[in-house]
């Protein structure tokens, strides 16, 4: 494990996507980036999701379709990515919600093809005549989040910037209202700017500086079956399921309740799934019926944070930029690390408009927000 | 105010609840059940025997090591020997207990920290024609031991298995098809292997041990030397020879350096067996309470120094193309360098990384390489290859393998088809409130639509919008 070193031009907390992907994009700057994480990268949600990667509503989504396709050249290691998303469904009105979805993204100039049964079935080999019909994106794609995280840590090491984990920042030492440094159990490191990238718990790091940084945290659980053979397109979402078949072959896919949760300081002591597992296969099984002799052969459950209208916040405050993509972090986080970095070293996003994901937007948010929408543990 | 799309409410009740749940059928699991029923309690006693031919064939859940004979297919058969081959099962059938056999227990889910959304705690089976939760106030798991799998050149041929997976095959299920077997290890659990095999009329070609010394008990020890069957000490496996049918031959590497080849169709490991706590280990929770572990599955670890020098004796051997992890065709390299599968590309920058650089930013966790190499990630659920990896980041951090975490067991703990893990029976409210992703319908408004009228018309479309 690396030494702590005494002091950083910018300490990132949390190496989860967000946070990895500002410190590279830092680091590409030629910045002095220390990311420092309670265990290991991309040990939350980050490397436990579905890897989709086709955030249409975003302001950052111009800027990661534009990455994603260069990533595995820019980031010097593999990350999986594939092109284009279908999304199957089974039932009439599900479908026509999702053709109507398919004609707003193409209105923004996303191009969404429908797909008729036959069409659907012609795509996705593993569905039978039970698919009443999709969408094609000819956008969006899907990546491996394991891979990729690693990928981002690597990429900014081999830059110059210096990943520490098991290094859990306490709290967040202050200075005339700027963040001067660090407390970690191994030292503090002092720093001229600071990134929050740490997820669930950056409401509890940020509180005692007065910011109140709006999230709560949820457990969300995803199957995965024995690889079944390969679909032309892997990124295959439906009936109430998103996910993908990894160019293994694995079908891995996740949807439906999710579990709020409290949050600690040191994070979730397990990350349990639930015999929601059942339902999850259910779908799996309806939406690929030629795949459901397939075994399961492992589940698993992330812990996202949210925030109370599910959209980022991305803002900056004195020396301070503050960063959470509310549970769909792993597509965006080219971008977001691109636009955590502006921040940082230009005060203001250069590629996209992002005012609306400030926290002023919170100013009235009632204290009880968590109750009103019954998200508490 | 409740979240609808929250899990709260939405798990049903187990179909069945009793008094006591047993898991396994062995001497420990029936001596449970049927003091649990002597009690008046109501007991359920599961054991997943006869396990499926299929998951015989993919090492679930022994080292089967493809030397069963074709009778494992024959369902019917298989249910006959293991009532032969376990008298005490009349016993709890006679006792009223209600008896399931060819029953696996794949998951088990309590309250905790991160889980809130259970009624009451269940346990999840499966047989072959469905799955289902039952209920209990007390749950005995009596599943026995697994094993300990560690490799060498030539050890994914046929003939290459555990001593669980033999003792199985040979006794429970009498379907072993091996004539003459050579033992790795020379403990009790070795030495003890020998002599059934022996007394089942299986030619024993030795016990190889990489220690100088026989590890058994001397009263053991030397029932095998009285049995005539020899002990290579201070031996190592360099190679093994194979043909159609697997395994023909051990290359025995000799203390002086010599290879003496060992005719034999059989290599059993026999180093140890682990405790079988993959329900407690995949729920997150330790036994105590209402859940008790008995038998083997409370036993104790095994000795992981022994383990740590017969994988440091074999590493040394191995050439750096053996194989790891069988499901997924990882090598020692592609462990060591910490290589992607070969479908990915292997760029400069990935080429540079190691086990060892990655263990200079750790301490590295066994997920780690699991996510990077795939080691552990396929249908033996990591059986064969949990402790091999383990053994390598020990070795390449420079530390004993006691500190090395244990890479994380997941539920399902046995594969299950999804069509059988599949509740077709699900509560009305998981249906209602089912959502693709959290159901927050501010989340998918389109940013240029955010604070225009547009967003009311884009909210009211409803919060099922991830793509």
């Known amino acids: 494990m690396g030494d702590l070193p005494a002091s950083a031009s910018v300490v990132v907390i949390g190496a989860g996507v967000t946070g990895l992907s500002a410190g590279w994009w830092l680091a590409q700057s030629g910045i002095d980036v220390v990311v420092i994480d309670k265990g290991i990268v991309g040990w939350e949600a980050s490397g436990r999701n579905g890897g989709g990667c086709s955030h249409y509503q975003s302001p950052l989504f111009a800027e990661e379709q534009r990455l994603w396709p260069q990533m595995d050249e820019l980031l010097g290691y593999p990350t999986e990515y594939v092109r284009e998303r279908i999304i199957i469904q089974r039932d009439h009105a599900l479908l026509d919600h999702y053709l109507a979805v398919g004609r707003m993204c193409t209105a923004m100039g996303y191009r969404v093809d429908p797909l008729d049964s036959a069409h659907a079935q012609a795509l996705v080999p593993l569905t039978d005549e039970s ?14 989040p394991q891979r990729t995280v ?73 199957i995965v079956t024995e690889p079944a053979p390969q679909m032309p397109i892997g990124g295959v979402d439906g009936n109430g399921l998103y996910g993908r078949q990894t160019l293994r072959g694995n079908l891995v896919f996740g949807g439906g309740p999710h579990e709020w949760i409290a949050t600690t300081a040191t994070g979730p002591a397990a990350r349990p799934t639930s015999p929601l597992v059942r339902s999850l296969a259910r779908r799996v099984a309806e939406m690929f019926p030629r795949a459901a002799h397939l075994n399961v052969i492992r589940s698993w459950a992330g812990i996202v944070e949210n925030t109370p209208d599910g959209r980022p916040i991305l803002d900056r405050c004195e020396n301070i930029t503050m960063a959470t993509m509310s549970g769909v972090g792993f597509g965006l986080s080219p971008a977001s690390g691109h636009a955590v970095r502006d921040l940082v070293v230009d005060g203001a996003c250069s590629f996209a408009e992002i005012s609306k994901l400030g926290l002023a937007r919170f100013a009235g948010l009632a204290p009880d927000w968590r109750e009103q929408r019954g998200w508490q543990a | 105010m409740r979240d609808r799309h929250a899990l709260d409410g939405k798990i049903a009740p187990a179909e069945a609840h009793y008094g006591t749940v047993v898991v396994g059928a062995g001497d420990a699991g029936i001596a449970a059940a049927l003091a649990a029923a002597g009690a008046g ?48 099962l009349a016993a709890a059938f006679g006792a009223g207990i209600d008896v399931r056999l060819g029953t696996a227990a794949w998951g088990l889910y309590a309250n905790g920290p991160a889980l809130q959304a259970m009624p009451h705690a269940q346990l999840g089976l499966a047989d072959t024609t ?44 009498d379907a072993l098809a091996s004539r003459r077997v050579l033992i790795l290890g020379s403990g009790g659990l070795a030495c003890e292997t020998a002599l059934l095999a022996q007394a089942r009329g299986l030619d024993v070609a030795g016990l190889v041990e990489v220690m100088d010394t026989v590890q058994a008990p001397a009263e053991l020890a030397r029932r095998v030397a009285a049995a005539g069957i020899p002990a290579y000490l201070g031996h190592s496996i360099a190679a093994t020879r194979s043909g ?25 490991l026999a180093l140890g067996a682990i405790p079988a706590t993959e329900l407690l280990e995949a729920a997150g929770i330790a036994a105590g309470g209402a ?169 009211a479309n409803g919060g099922n919008m991830h793509v």
């Open chain 1, 150 to 222: 690693q990928a981002y840590a690597w990429a900014l090491q081999d830059l110059g910037g210096r990943v520490l984990q098991h290094t859990p920042a306490l709290a967040i030492e202050t200075a005339g209202g700027r963040a001067a440094a660090v407390q970690t159990p191994r030292g503090r490191i002092a720093c001229d700017a600071l990134v929050v990238a740490a997820g669930p718990q950056a409401g509890l790091l940020l509180a005692p500086l007065g910011i109140d940084f709006p999230v709560t945290a949820a457990r969300a659980e995803m």
């Open chain 2, 130 to 173: 469905r799955a289902w939760m039952v209920g209990f106030d007390r749950l005995v798991l009596a599943t026995g031991a697994r094993d300990l799998v560690l490799g060498f050149a030539g050890w994914d041929a046929p003939g290459v298995m555990g001593a669980q997976g033999l003792h199985a095959l040979l006794v429970r299920y």
């Open chain 2, 291 to 459: 859940i008790t572990l008995a038998g083997d599955a409370a036993g104790p670890a095994p000795d992981l120094a022994y383990v740590a020098a017969w994988s440091q004796a074999l590493g040394r051997l191995a050439p750096a193309d053996t194989i790891v992890c069988q499901c997924e065709a990882v090598s020692r390299a592609d462990v060591l360098d910490v290589r992607p599968p070969h479908y990915l590309a292997r760029p400069p920058a990935l080429a540079a990384r190691t086990l060892a650089t990655l263990a200079g930013d750790g301490p590295a966790h066994p997920d780690q390489i699991k996510r990077l190499t795939r080691a552990g990630m396929g249908a033996c659920q990591g059986r064969r290859c949990r402790t091999q990896v383990a053994c390598l980041l020990a070795e390449a951090q420079g530390v004993p393998i006691e500190q090395v975490p244990v890479a994380t067991l997941r539920a399902p703990v046995r594969p299950v088809p999804l069509h059988l893990l599949a509740d077709w029976q699900e509560t009305a409210a998981m249906a209602e409130g089912w959502d693709v992703w959290f159901g927050i319908p501010t989340q998918w408004t389109p940013y240029a639509d955010i604070g225009t009228p547009r967003e009311a018309e884009i909210v």
């Open chain 1, 131 to 144: 698919c009443l019909g999709g969408i094609h994106l000819r956008f969006g794609g899907h990546a491996n």
């Open chain 2, 41 to 88: 309690d109501t007991v359920l006693l599961v054991d997943e025997n006869p396990v499926p031919g299929g998951l015989i064939g993919s090492d679930v859940p022994q080292f089967f090591g493809g030397r069963m004979t074709a009778a494992v297919q024959n369902a019917g058969r298989m249910v006959e020997q293991v009532f032969a081959s376990n008298p005490a």
């Open chain 2, 244 to 268: 159609i049918d697997g395994i023909a031959a051990a290359i025995l590497r000799s203390p002086a350096g010599a290879d003496v080849a060992i005719a034999c169709d059989t290599i059993c």
